[in-house]
């Protein structure tokens, strides 16, 4: 089973990007898929997740009004699109998933991984 974590890169201030996790390996159709980040010298923290069957959606107080996790069933893909990037949204993504419908913020909750990707925004 893998996540595979893209879509990061460097912008400026008020750019957006979007993230992507494609999961192989095992049909994530029911499971809660979540965003976490970690910026240098900082614990990885909560960013989004999305339940089992997309209809919940839960952010950070940070990402909040700014960020919008998604998920395609039919590409086994999750998506996080970010807009209004501010230099404190840099920090390295990673993807996770959960078997379980239920999200939780406890890292140690979560089955799976990616290999995290990297977002740089400049002032």
């Known amino acids: 089973v893998q996540l595979q974590a893209s879509g990061g890169g460097l912008v400026h201030t008020g750019d957006s990007l979007r993230l992507s996790c494609a999961a192989s390996g095992r049909n994530f159709e029911s499971d809660v898929m979540v965003w976490f980040r970690q910026a240098p010298g900082k614990e990885r923290e909560f960013v989004a997740a999305i339940s089992g069957n997309g209809r919940g959606t839960y952010y950070s107080d940070s990402a909040t009004g700014r960020f919008t996790i998604s998920k395609d069933v039919a590409k086994n893909t999750m998506y996080l699109q970010m807009n209004s990037l501010n230099p404190q949204d840099t920090a390295v993504y990673y993807c996770?998933?959960?078997?379980?419908?239920?999200?939780?913020?406890?890292?140690?909750?979560?089955?799976?991984w990616g290999q995290g990707t990297l977002v740089t925004v400049s002032s």
């Open positions: 996770a998933a959960r078997r379980s419908p239920i999200p939780t913020l406890n890292l140690a909750d979560y089955d799976y």
